[in-house]
């Protein structure tokens, strides 16, 4: 069965610094696998797609790594602001069967 | 563009009662899903729909119906609310469920069943 971790749960960093969220899953047979940003009180916003023969996909200050082979994504994040606080998920679409959430990043961005 | 709407975006109910969440997109999407999001336990999957008139079921299906007479309208209907079904519920839709296009979420209904 398909399982996604996101570690850390939490994560607090100062403004202006370059991060990387992490997302493994465990069976590597996926169709695609996107990152969303969730603010509070609001549904999921996709910020990048990324399909399973691609290795990375680039959105302004974003860009999400895939690694099939180890089963792990990456969301780097360039030079953070405030406006960036909110929790990022990640979710894998497995060939044939529904996607699949993680729990989550909560990203905090201090002034 | 108004994406994916759903309707109220609050809601109190009484233990018994039954009440219908609306959700509806202007993208002429055909997969349409429902999800719960729960502390702790992330999003998981009600029911979805790939398109008018076919419907099935999610992870966590029981206690909830859902009918897909258009392409539009994907409502989903609980039929004796219990304290369980406290929770953040979302729409969200996409061209197919076999694409490579992102899914759209709507805002979310905050249920409170007491």
């Known amino acids: 069965k398909q399982e996604v971790t996101q570690i850390p749960a939490a994560l607090s960093v100062p403004e202006g610094e370059n991060l990387v969220l992490n997302c493994s899953f465990t069976d590597s047979a996926i169709y695609n696998l996107q990152w969303f940003r969730q603010d509070p009180g609001k549904g999921l916003t996709s910020l990048l797609l990324i399909q399973s023969s691609q290795r990375e996909q680039t959105s302004g200050r974003l860009n999400a790594s895939l690694d099939k082979s180890s089963g792990r994504s990456t969301l780097y994040i360039a030079a953070s602001q405030p406006g960036d606080s909110a929790t990022y998920l990640c979710?894998?679409?497995?060939?044939?069967?529904?996607?699949?959430f993680g729990k989550g990043t909560r990203l905090h961005i201090l002034p | 563009n108004a994406g994916v709407t759903q309707t109220p975006k609050f809601q109190v109910l009484k233990t018994g009662q039954s009440m219908t969440l609306q959700c509806a997109q202007d993208?002429?999407?055909?997969?349409m899903s429902w999800y719960r999001q729960d502390p702790g336990m992330g999003l998981r999957l009600i029911h979805y729909?790939?398109?008018?008139?076919?419907?099935d079921q999610g992870e966590v299906p029981n206690g909830y119906n859902v009918s897909r007479s258009t392409t539009e309208d994907f409502p989903l209907r609980l039929l004796s609310a219990a304290p369980s079904q406290t929770s953040v519920y979302f729409c969200?839709?996409?061209?197919?469920?076999?694409?490579?296009?992102?899914?759209?979420f709507g805002d979310g209904t905050r249920l409170s069943i007491l």
């Open positions: 729909s790939v398109g008018a008139g076919i419907t």
């Open positions: 979710a894998v679409k497995p060939r044939d069967d529904k996607i699949i």
């Open positions: 993208m002429n999407h055909e997969y």
């Open positions: 969200a839709s996409s061209y197919s469920k076999f694409d490579n296009q992102p899914q759209h």
